[in-house]
């Protein structure tokens, strides 16, 4: 038989641990800070001692993120986007093997998660940063149980931290002249055609020509963040910058280095930074540009399903985030009422 049990830690809240023995040994583990977490690694543990007892299992294997790292990411190949994956085994390398390394994946408790958040939050890490990085390491351990490595998962239920609204930001009308004057010839069509359409960093500067539909003025990218197929319509501004474009047989890329390869990610972030700080505009990234995009399809009344597959978000939440309207937008609507009321 085994038993949950629990006592107080530093900071006054109760800490849970499982007490069981097997083959005459004792075990004590300790689980974290909920009840119902306890309760099911107990039935688990005790679960997995009566299968070894009367059905001959052998004991759960040990596993780790080292031994399912190669695996994983081939898995993650499939259906993500490289950039995705790049991120993924970045944080598997930098952050979780160093934690979670010598830790048999079904071993990996909740109480050891909230050890690894606490110590990324006190480095400053934001919490969004920490919630991705955890979601990683849940869904490594859930695919652990999928292919038969192992077959505890005590970490499932984990919630993420609590985050603070997205950044949203976006150009002032009067602003955007004065950006344009500020940014050097190469940088303008780059800007401009990521003001009007929305795209991320890594589609605008890998654009080419195939990715052109002339006969019905559209995007069309096939590589995308989310490994999904999404189609943007050009407006006359866009059909203009793509159409004004030279030609350039060495490369398939629209805006190209000397050499024919596609432009540094880091190079345009750079220079729209320099052109932002001559132009006055404080706090305003190469992204923000998605903002304003979605805010002002928004102050135009587009609907947030509308926002939502232009920008080519899975959810209405994310597409809530940029979906912002600006203070004197909602002034104007709610001075409707006085016309209304009299």
């Known amino acids: 038989m085994g038993s949950v049990r629990w006592r107080l830690d530093r900071k006054g809240r109760k800490k849970y641990f499982i007490d069981y023995r097997c083959q005459g040994r004792r075990h004590h583990e300790h689980v974290g800070f909920s009840k119902k977490e306890a309760q099911r690694a107990l039935e688990s543990r005790m679960t997995d001692i009566r299968r070894r007892k009367f059905d001959g299992i052998l004991p759960?294997?040990?596993?780790?993120?080292p031994q399912i790292r190669e695996q994983y990411l081939r898995y993650s190949k499939t259906v993500k986007s490289e950039q995705t994956c790049q991120r993924d085994n970045g944080i598997i390398t930098k952050h979780l093997i160093p934690c979670f390394?010598?830790?048999?994946?079904?071993?990996?408790?909740?109480?050891?998660?909230?050890?690894?958040?606490?110590?990324?939050?006190?480095?400053?890490?934001?919490?969004?940063?920490?919630?991705?990085?955890?979601q990683l390491l849940k869904n490594i351990v859930k695919k652990a149980v999928e292919w038969g490595k192992i077959r505890t998962n005590l970490i499932a239920s984990v919630r993420p931290l609590k985050t603070p609204p997205g950044r949203v930001r976006y150009l002032e009308l009067e602003q955007i002249p004065q950006l344009m004057k500020t940014c050097p010839?190469?940088?303008?069509?780059?800007?401009?055609?990521?003001?009007?359409?929305?795209?991320?960093?890594?589609?605008f500067v890998s654009l080419q020509r195939s990715n052109i539909d002339k006969q019905n003025r559209l995007i069309v990218l096939d590589n995308t963040?989310?490994?999904?197929?999404?189609?943007?319509?050009?407006n006359d501004t866009v059909w203009e910058i793509v159409q004004s474009l030279p030609t350039r047989l060495d490369t398939p890329y629209l805006f190209a280095e000397k050499n024919g390869e596609p432009l540094s990610a880091n190079k345009v972030s750079m220079a729209f930074r320099k052109a932002c700080k001559k132009a006055g505009i404080i706090s305003f990234r190469l992204h923000d540009l998605r903002h304003h995009f979605a805010s002002y399809l928004t102050m135009a009344?587009?609907?947030?399903?509308?926002?939502?597959?232009?920008?080519?978000?899975k959810t209405q939440s994310m597409t809530a985030r940029y979906?912002?309207?600006?203070?004197?937008?909602?002034?104007?609507?709610?001075?409707q009422l006085d016309r209304s009321f009299g």
Request: no cysteine; proline share 7%; hydrophobic share 30%.
């Open 225 to 234: 963040k989310n490994n999904e197929r999404k189609t943007i319509p050009m």
């Open 323 to 335: 979906s912002h309207l600006s203070p004197e937008h909602l002034r104007k609507a709610v001075e």
């Open 101 to 134: 390394g010598k830790t048999s994946l079904h071993q990996i408790t909740p109480e050891q998660v909230e050890d690894y958040r606490s110590n990324r939050t006190a480095a400053e890490i934001a919490p969004a940063t920490i919630n991705k990085e955890v």
């Open 301 to 313: 009344g587009q609907n947030q399903r509308t926002v939502q597959e232009l920008l080519g978000h």
């Open 185 to 203: 010839p190469w940088l303008r069509p780059i800007v401009l055609i990521a003001m009007h359409t929305g795209m991320r960093r890594g589609e």
């Open 60 to 65: 759960e294997p040990n596993y780790t993120l």
